[in-house]
């Protein structure tokens, strides 16, 4: 039977404490983990890395999503780094929105500059500008809507589909939403 989206979001981690049995997962504060040898990690050995109670969250973040897992970030600059370090290389093209937030706007820009990769920013909800971007053969193409701050509106499925047909992976950033 499928669980529907609202079922696996108030029961995702209910039961599965295989440790001590508990119903609702705990919450671990510990900061760092013990472990028997260099050679020997545990799962966890700093909270900053991960922990036990990240682990659930990331776990029913991937079952309401539809993917193989989630990763869990501090902040939403900290994700955009971690998504463009992960998905480009030099020489590598991102095409991110004109209109992108200011933060996002400085990393991209710092970092092209270092040749750590290529960017293009484009108006998203211009299909000429897009398409012309689209025909550099970007890498990743980062979609944020509604915008911030000016909470501009875009269509995304239509921005992935015409990034997907171009052979480029496509990013989302909805800050204005959650």
Not at 86 to 106: E, I, M, N, Q, T
Not at 114 to 130: H, I, N, S
Not at 165 to 173: L, P, Q, T
Request: with cysteine; net charge neutral; hydrophobic share 40%.
């Amino acid at each position: 039977m499928t669980r529907k989206q609202a079922t696996i979001a108030v029961r995702s981690g209910l039961n599965d404490d295989e440790q001590y049995g508990c119903v609702v997962p705990p919450i671990h504060l510990s900061s760092t983990y013990n472990f028997t040898g260099f050679n020997e990690p545990r799962a966890h050995d700093y909270s900053r890395r991960g922990n036990p109670t990240r682990d659930v969250v990331q776990r029913a973040l991937a079952e309401l999503e539809g993917g193989a897992g989630a990763v869990l970030t501090n902040t939403g600059m900290s994700a955009i780094h971690l998504v463009t370090t992960v998905f480009l290389k030099p020489g590598d093209l991102l095409v991110a929105p004109h209109d992108c937030y200011g933060g996002s706007y400085r990393l991209f820009d710092s970092l092209a500059t270092r040749g750590c990769y290529r960017v293009r920013f484009a108006d998203q909800g211009d299909e000429r500008a897009l398409q012309a971007a689209l025909e550099e053969k970007p890498k990743l193409v980062l979609v944020e809507s509604p915008s911030n701050p000016l909470l501009r509106v875009v269509d995304i499925a239509k921005i992935c589909r015409l990034a997907r047909e171009a052979g480029a992976v496509s990013v989302v950033a909805s800050t204005c939403l959650g």
